[in-house]
Each structure stands twice: as C-alpha cells, then as structure tokens.
C-alpha cells in the first residue's frame, strides 16, 4: 500500500476496498458529510480509536473491537445505536489482504449490531508512524427512557453484577502478543452487548443505576471509578468473580490479578437493593452472559474506595494501580 | 534561695519526680515538681546552702533510665512553700517530654508476687515506679494517673499510703493497684462463661496449656494466643487457627534458667532477655531443646522472651514447659486489643480465654532483637523500645509514613522525634484500617496538625496513595536513600559522606526498575548510585517473590542458558511456562534485588520453590550454612559506571558444586561469603568512606558477620544496624531525617 495524496490511487483504495465492503447508501453518495435523517429526543455521542497489537487475537482482532468497542460505550449509555463514523490510519507498505480481512469483519460485526456506517475517513501514512493500522470510530445513539443515572447515584446496598467471566481479552491479546503457548488458550470476550443491555433494562428499568463495559484496567477500573463519583466504598468477593480456567492459570503465572485485565464484551452492572439476582437471572437467559453473577455491593466510604475479599486470605483495598502493576513485595 | 529548674528527655514514666521528691524530703527542703508536655518543671526552696547542695548532686539521683536533652535554672522568688509536693499540671505546646515506653514487671515486684505474706502475693497487676505499663496504657500526656487506663480504678487506703510515701518504691507510681482496688482477671470458656477468678482463673487457664488447648490471653498491648510449645500437635492446631503455616513462632520461658535450656546464649542476649524491654530475642537453638519442631521449621534460631507482665509470670509459673506467645489474630490482620464481644473473628482462635479490666489504650506487638557482629540489632521496634526517641531537630511538624510493609510512621511536632511503633504489612483492610487509627492516635498524642508528609516513591504503596490525597505538602525520598540513612542517623553520621549499601527486597528505583542491591553514596539529602547488583529478570513481577523457583530460573537463563534450567531437576511444569515470559521485559521486569537474589540461590540449593511466608527462603538458606565450610565463591565486579556486582560466576559454581556432590550446607556458606566479600570489594572502591548498611537482607547475621569482618581487615569503618529496625521499620525513621536535612538545605526549616 502507497502512502496517497488523496489522490485517484486512495479514491481507488476507499472505492474498491473498502466502500464495497461496508455497502451503504450514505457512503456511497459520498459528501463531505452524511446527511442524517431528524431524530425525536436526546441523542449520546462516543468515539474511540483502537490500537491493538497483534491486529488480530483468539475471538477478535482490531475490526470487530472497533464496532463492539462504540456499540457498547453507546449502550452501556441508555442508547440505541444508530450510526457509526470510521477513520482508518494505514501504515505504508501494510498489506492489502489483511486490511481486506479487517474490514470484512468490521462490516460483519456492524451488521450484527445493525448500526450504519455513515462517514468514513482514510490516511495512509509514512512508514513507522504507526503501527501497522489504528481505526477510530465515532457512534450516535437514540437515548432510550429510563436512561441509568450513573454512578453519582450509587447508594449503600445497591448490588454489583459481572456480565461474564473476566480478564478474556486482555490476556487473549497478551498471550498472542508474546507468542505464549498454553493449553487452554484464553479468546477474547470481544463481541456486542447490546442484547444483553435490551434485556437487561427491559426487566429492571429504573433498578438499573448505572452499566460500563470494563475495558482497560479490567473491572477493577471501573469500580475505582464508581467508588470515586460515588464517594461511598465499593465492596466485592472474589469467590464470586466468575473467572474461566485459562485466564486463571495465565494470570497466576504472569503475576497479575484479572481485576485489572481487559475484557471487550463484558460488563459492570450496578443496581439497587435486592435486584441483583433478577438482574443475574435475566443475563443468564443469553449465551454470552450466561455466566453473570453478584459479586458485590456498596457500603458506607471506609479505609479503601474499593475492597475486595481474597479467596485465599483477608480483605484488601482493591489495589489502583498507576501504571501498570508494580512488585511491592520488600 | 529559690530555683526554678527545668528537664526534658527520658524523663516522665520512670520514678523521677518520686526520686527528686524523696531527696528534697531528705533535706527538708520545700517546693514543688511536676510533669510538663516539655519535661519536668521543678521548684526548689529553703537555705542557700542546702538548695545548692541540691542542685549539685540532682543527677546523681535521679533514676538510671533518666535522659537528659536540655536543662534550664533561673533563680526565682522565694513563697515560703512548706513542705515538697509532686503536683500535676497542664501546660500546652508541642510536647517536648518523651512518651515513656513499657517497661517489664522488675524484679522487686516478681518477689512481693511470690511472697505468701506480701500485700501484692500472686497480683497479676502489680507494678511499681520502674516498672509496668506506661505507652500501651497512657490516654495523653502528661504521664499521669488521671491519663491513663487506670483513671477508672480509685486506690484503696493501703495503695494511697504507699503512693504518698516518699519512702515508698510506689511513691507516686502512676500505675498503683492491688486486689483491693485494682483490675482483676478471671477465665471464661470460648462461649465466654466465667469459669473462675484471680488466682482459680489463672490456675484454670494452667491447666487447658498442659492439655494441649488454645488459650487466649490479654496481653499488656493486645490479645495473644497461647499453646503448649513443646506439643506439635497443640501447635499445628494453633498454626490451622491463625492460618500461619510456616512463619516462625516465639516462645515465652519464667526465667534466664529455662532460656538456657532451649538455645545457647551469650551475655548480651542474656541480658537482652532481662532488660525493662524484655524483647523476643532471637537465639541459636539448642539441638537438644524439647521445642517441638513445627514451631520454627527448618530453622536453627528460635525467638525467645521472658514474662512481660505479672500474669504472663503467674502462668507460667504453673507450667512445667514453654509456651508459645503469638498475636491472637489471623495472618495478615493487625494485633486485636479492643472489646472482644464486638468480635466473633477473635473469638473463634482460641478455645478458652483469660480476661482482665484493664484497658488497652494504644495497641502494641512483642519487640524482636537479635545480637550481631557484636551489636544488638532491632528487628522489630514495638513493647518496651517504641516510640524510639529520633535525634533530629526541626522546627515545624512532619509525618514520615513508611514503606508498604512492617510499616511504622516517624514524626517531628517541632520539640522532638520519634519512630513510632510497628503496625505490620498494608496488605489487608484491617491492617490498613489500624495504620489510619494509629496515624490518628499520635497526632493527637504529640499535638500534630498541619504536617508536611513524606512517602516512599513507589506510587502503589498503601502510604503514597494515601499521601497523595493529602491537602498539605507531600515530598518523597527514594525507598533505599530511606534505608541507609536510617542507618546513618542511628550512627549519629547524618552530618557526613558515606557509601550506603542496601539490600533488600524491592523498591523503586529512579531508573523505574525494581531496585534491591544498591551503593549509595549518600549525605543526609541526596545520593548518588554508584554500584548495584548485576540486574535479572523477575518472571511474573511479584509473583515471584512468593515463588521463588520463578528467580532460580532467571539466574540460570542468564548465567547459562534456557537448557540449564531444565536441567536443575524442578519440575519441568514449573519451568517451561517461566522459560516463555522471562524474555519480556513487561512481564519480567528488570530488578538488582539482593532479596530475591537470596530466594534464587535458596531454591537452587535447598528447592525451595514456593516461600510460606516473606523472607523464608533466605532464611532457610542462612540456617543451612554449614560453619566450618571455609570457601567462598566468586563474585566479580563489572566496573561500569555504576559499577556492577556479578553473580553469575557464584550460580556456575553452585551447579557445579551440587553436581560434584557438595553439601547444602558448604554451597549456602560459600555463597554467603562470596557475597560479602564481593560487597567488601565493591566499598573498597571507596575506602575513604563509612559503609552503612540499611535493608532487610542485613537481618541475616551470617552476611552481617562476614561482611564486617571483611571490612575490619581492609580498616574500612562500618556502622551496623541498632536501634533502628534495618528492614522497612526503619524506613520513616530514613524519610523524616532525608526530609530535614533537604529542608535545611533550602533554608526554609527555620531550624534549630
Ligand atoms: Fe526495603
Ligand atoms: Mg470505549
Ligand atoms: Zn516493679
Ligand atoms: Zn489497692
């Protein structure tokens, strides 16, 4: 691939590759902007960029992130999806074949989650000023009633609810990355909870306080955040954090906790007092979440914004890392 | 003529006013003494003469354990007082007067306790003016009756004879009491029926010892578990309970007679044993001794104490063998002291209880020692030695908070400094939930408000997080500058260049690797890092502190090459998956950690793979060394800039020795000394300066020894750890004195 001046051969590129993939009518009419029909009541505006090495992972690679990544952001917000915007920074010289296979399941995942690809954007730029291929997106979404209040509405009592097993992604992406042979190899969670959040809403409405899809820094990223907003303390157990075998073994062996790991398709729940085994009993309906649990609550602000009982060993402060996570042992 | 004269140091807690008031009586002079937040205030009255003469042999008088830092007299008025009284009186200010430590009961006090016709026969609370509870029982300061946990207690008519009888040894004795009037003890079941009082109670808890039961105990300064030591399966038991499977157990023994019987002890430990602070003394075990052998598994040391209280001696005297004397609380959970009742946790450790009414005011663990290269060295600073008097001067307040573990907090109020007590690892809610209530409790005690903070640089310890929420000003010193000059004001050199060498576990270094092995050359404000230990890889970070076999792999790769562990004969599980991470510098991340360094060694030579507890691998290594192995292995220097310490050339020798057929016990010697006198080579580099050690790893008494012998022959000075705890107990005391010393620098201390 050529680095183009937005000449005929980047006209040719978007035309031939990449149009002729994502397939509609906004795209092909190609304006400088897409012209959106009217929309009743208030809208929610994401956008993300996605960097992610190796580009592709057991269960994903860069394309499908980059529609789960904005659908869930939108969902998790009271929004239903409608329209996506996709910018794609090309390294010169990346192979065609494999942009082919990125966008091949990046159309796949936005027709699975049924939003439109209305505007797009294309760089290709010299050699080693990107790794490989970075895409952002942008979404809109339709702001749907009773829409979560968010974390700043957290009371003692509500209840914590995963979504499904933890730490999938992070250590799926790790594992290819430094090329680590194991037996079960973790895959990604990565994939659209838009379901999950229909369902999920449809059943609890207004006992839902607030939802976030745990990306990076993992669950306990959120919770940090929540406690934070909150300014109440968020309190979890350990023996209850569904976590699958291969994430398990993995993580003891690289010495991190899947607390802090990344997951792409799995989420935080927050609801109030009592609903937490409805909320559970309604995800577990659906294949991707059939794994939800309770595994917490929020109390009175204490010692720690985040504790969490060990299953081997005491109670903790739900260690916040900086950085990444740092040996302290003296 | 009149005087007015005023003292402050070591001098409330320790029978000064009583002394000072039994010798004005003597003379028949009038006036009045008192206890101060600065000290001692005392006034003096009667013929010219009489009161010089006074004033001539006043330190001749006044107890042993005096300390004086400053002394002032101005001649004043004459009121034309009668008679001498000890008065009390509230005076405000930051508070000057030391906070007396506790002392262990004397030996007065244990003979009225044995004495069938004594007032006091077989009182578990008897003190006197030299000994008793002073910090663990004391409200606020000054230390006065009215402020301590003995306020509720009102002395009976024999007491109050003796409390105002300058010719008394409880004249004016803040913590008075006898069966009449004072707190009493009494035995409950694990449900907490009452099964007997005084004397019976006591009796009764004997005997569930020699049944081989759990007994729970309140201690001066919390609550403690109890076992028959020399049963292993009491033990086992007591170790399921407190979920401690391998950490080293202390015991406690009546007399320096018994201690014999257990360990071999020279004159210094001896007299550790029987000092006012009556510390765990770490010992060399006797082989012979009946201590069963899951008290301290694997090792040849064995920590030992004498009776801290009159109940600890009053049981024991009812018991034929040792006792083990432990914290009642789960691993990782801080030292419970408070109301029982609220707590089912506690209650569930032992099986039946020995209770008393009188309160615990600031909670306090056992204090270790252990006696090397001809120093006593703290090990931890808790009952009897802590708060620790600092030699620091500073104008304004500061608060030094520690490290993540063993921590313990350092202040300044403007009139003196202290290292607090230990508190223990930030590892668990509770722990760090007692290090706020502490951290609370000693501003309030030394009348603290707006301080500066001072943190370790490590951005994820418990005590930075927590500094950084801080309002006030927060400054950071690098965790081994902590170290060494922690060393350095516990030599009284804070005012001198020396070579600090630091080795620990981890700290973060200013290259944002995980430091362990460093030379420092240090001043009291900076430090510049001219040799450290070759570096490594630590697979899987922290994890393989707790997996020790994780670093035997590390050393093997880079000294020989990925076939050379396979071929160490650990479990090839165990390797390949580490063999697959080491290259990655993410996930094994660079250290120079002579700590880790030891748990390589440890599990190359004893197979050590996986540590129970912190520091066990190292510590198994050094009770293996076989003492009359005279070799040493290599252990060049690279010389870089910093110049670096090499192990690689010790762990080809250790292969080949263990190949050869060479004892456990002659390969861990050999690596002993090679690293000591590597270490010796590399301060020779700079012979024209002190060496200051500072880290855990200095808690090894066989590097220590080696490492001080090397330096004596090559005339190099060296100052070896003391009074302040070489491990992270020390660490505050390090941060506070970096903190003066920067802010004299810039001027702005206004300091003294
Ligand atoms: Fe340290
Ligand atoms: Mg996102
Ligand atoms: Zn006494
Ligand atoms: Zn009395």
């Known amino acids: 691939l050529a680095h183009g001046e937005g000449g005929r051969l980047s006209r040719k590129l978007i035309q031939e590759r990449i149009i002729s993939v994502l397939k509609n009518e906004s795209l092909e009419t190609a304006g400088d902007a897409a012209r959106l029909p009217r929309v009743e009541g208030p809208l929610a505006l994401t956008t993300d ?106 009371r003692e009592g509500d209840e914590l609810v995963v979504s499904g097993p933890i730490g999938q992604h992070g250590i799926a992406v790790l594992a290819a990355r430094e090329q680590l042979q194991f037996d079960p190899l973790p895959h990604s969670d990565c994939g659209s909870l838009l379901k999950a959040v229909a369902l999920l809403r449809g059943a609890l409405g207004d ?124 | 003529m009149a005087l007015k004269i005023t003292l402050s140091g070591h001098v409330q807690g320790i029978g000064l006013r009583p002394a000072v008031a039994r010798r004005a009586c003597d003379l028949r002079l009038a006036g009045s003494i008192c206890n101060t937040t600065t000290g001692i205030e005392l006034l003096i009255e009667g013929p010219a003469k009489v009161v010089q003469e006074f004033e001539r042999d006043l330190e001749t008088y006044l107890p042993d354990e005096t300390v004086i830092h400053q002394k002032t007299r101005e001649m004043t008025e004459i009121y034309g007082l009668e008679q001498f009284d000890i008065i009390e009186k509230q005076t405000s200010g930051p508070l000057a007067a030391r906070v007396p430590p506790d002392i262990a009961v004397c030996p007065d006090c244990l003979a009225e306790l044995a004495d069938p016709a004594d007032h006091r026969f077989g009182y578990a609370f008897t003190s006197c003016t030299h000994c008793g509870p002073r910090y663990s029982l004391l409200q606020s300061m000054p230390y006065e009756r009215g402020q301590t946990g003995m306020s509720e207690f009102e002395l009976c008519s024999h007491c109050q004879s003796e409390y105002a009888a300058p010719v008394d040894r409880r004249f004016h004795a803040q913590t008075i009491a006898c069966q009449n009037c004072g707190p009493r003890v009494w035995s409950t079941s694990a449900a907490g029926e009452i099964s007997g009082f005084d004397s ?42 407190k979920q ?16 014999r019987k257990l360990a071999v002890l020279n004159d210094a430990e001896a007299a550790a044993l029987v000092s006012p602070a009556a510390p765990i003394v770490l010992l060399q075990v006797r082989e012979d001794s009946p201590i069963a052998g899951n008290v301290n598994s694997g090792l ?56 008393h009414d009188r309160p615990i005011e600031h909670p306090i663990d056992d204090s270790v020692v252990r006696w090397m290269a001809g120093r006593l060295v703290t090990i931890r600073l808790a009952r009897g030695l802590a708060p620790l008097s600092l030699d620091l001067k500073h104008s304004r307040h ?112 200013d290259d944002q690797t995980i430091w362990g092995g460093e030379f420092l050359l240090s001043t009291a404000d900076q430090y510049t890092r001219v040799g450290h230990l070759k570096p490594f890889s630590l697979p899987g970070g922290e994890a393989a502190a707790r997996e020790p076999y994780r670093v035997a792999v590390s050393l093997l790769v880079a000294a020989l090459g990925p076939e050379a562990a396979l071929k160490t004969g650990m479990k090839a599980e165990l390797i390949n998956p580490v063999l697959q991470i080491i290259k990655s510098k993410t996930l094994a991340p660079l250290t120079t950690s002579v700590g880790r360094l030891f748990d390589g060694v440890a599990a190359l030579v004893l197979g050590v793979t996986h540590s129970d507890y912190e520091g066990q691998a190292a510590m198994l290594l050094e009770a293996s060394c076989d003492l009359s192995e005279s070799g040493g292995y290599e252990m060049p220097l690279l010389q870089e800039t910093p110049i670096q310490l090499d192990w690689r050339p010790c762990i080809t020798s250790i292969l080949r020795d263990r190949d050869a057929g060479v004892s456990p016990g002659a390969i861990a010697m050999r690596f002993h000394r090679g690293l000591a006198r590597g270490t010796a080579q590399l301060c020779q580099q700079f012979s024209s300066l002190p060496v200051v050690l500072g880290g855990g790893v200095f808690q090894n008494r066989c590097l220590v020894e080696f490492l001080a012998e090397e330096l004596k022959q090559k005339n190099q000075r060296l100052g070896l750890p003391g009074r302040i705890p070489p491990n992270d107990g020390g660490l505050a005391a390090g941060q506070l004195a970096v903190a003066i010393a920067r802010s004299r620098q810039k001027g702005d201390g206004r300091c003294v």
């Open chain 2, 200 to 241: 019976e109670a006591i009796q009764n808890t004997a005997r569930a010892l020699q049944q081989g039961t759990i007994v729970g105990l309140k201690g001066l300064g919390g609550y403690q578990l109890l076992v028959d030591a020399t049963s292993q399966t009491a033990v086992q038991k007591l170790r399921n309970r």
């Open chain 2, 398 to 509: 500061a608060i030094a908070l520690g490290g993540h573990q063993k921590v313990a907090i350092a202040l300044h109020n403007g009139a003196q400094a202290v290292l607090a007590p230990h508190i223990g690892d930030l590892e668990s809610l509770p722990a760090c939930a007692r290090y706020e209530e502490q951290l609370e409790s000693l501003q309030q005690l030394y009348a603290i408000s707006k301080a500066n903070f001072i943190c370790d640089e490590h951005p994820d310890y418990y005590t930075s997080n927590r500094a950084s929420l801080q309002v006030s000003n927060v400054e950071s010193v690098q965790h081994h500058h902590a170290h060494i000059v922690a060393g350095m004001l516990d030599q009284g050199w804070l005012d001198r260049e020396v070579l600090g060498v630091a080795f620990d576990g981890t700290g973060w270094g």
């Open chain 2, 300 to 355: 040849n040391t064995l920590g030992v104490m004498l009776p801290t209280t009159p109940l600890h001696w009053l049981l024991l005297q009812q018991c034929d063998f040792p006792v083990i004397v432990t914290s009642a609380n789960r691993e990782d959970e801080p030292l419970y002291y408070q109301d029982r009742s609220h707590s089912e946790k506690i209650n569930t450790l032992a099986d039946c209880w020995l209770e």
């Open chain 1, 207 to 330: 006992r839902i306080c607030c939802l976030r899809d745990a990306t990076r820094g993992g669950v306990a990223a959120v919770l940090q955040e929540w406690a934070e907003s909150s300014g109440l303390t968020l309190s979890i157990d350990e023996r209850c954090v569904p976590v699958s075998s291969g994430v398990k073994g993995m993580s003891e062996l690289l010495g991190l906790d899947p607390l802090h790991i990344a997951n792409e398709g799995t989420m935080l729940i927050a609801v109030r007092q009592g609903a937490g085994p409805a909320a559970v009993s309604v995800l577990q309906t659906l294949s991707k979440t059939a794994e939800a649990r309770v595994i917490g609550s929020v109390k009175a602000r204490g010692v720690a914004a985040v504790t969490v009982k060990r299953t081997l060993g005491p109670e903790q402060p739900l260690h916040d890392p900086l950085g990444s996570p740092l040996p302290r042992i003296c």
């Open chain 2, 244 to 259: 401690r499977p391998g950490k080293p157990l202390a015991v406690m023994v009546t007399d320096l007679a018994a201690a």
């Open chain 1, 49 to 154: 960029s996605f960097v992610v090495s190796p580009l592709f992972f057991p269960g994903g690679d860069i394309g499908s992130l980059a529609i789960y990544g904005t659908v869930n952001d939108l969902a998790v917000s009271g929004a239903r999806p409608l329209w996506l915007t996709l910018s794609l920074i090309i390294e010169e010289g990346f192979p065609l074949l494999i942009l082919d296979r990125v966008l091949q399941s990046l159309a796949e995942a936005a027709l699975s989650t049924a939003v439109k690809i209305v505007a797009g954007d294309t760089k290709v730029v010299p050699r080693g000023t990107v790794d490989g291929l970075f895409i952002n997106t942008a979404g809109v979404g339709e702001l749907t009633e009773p829409v979560p209040p968010g974390p700043a509405c957290l």
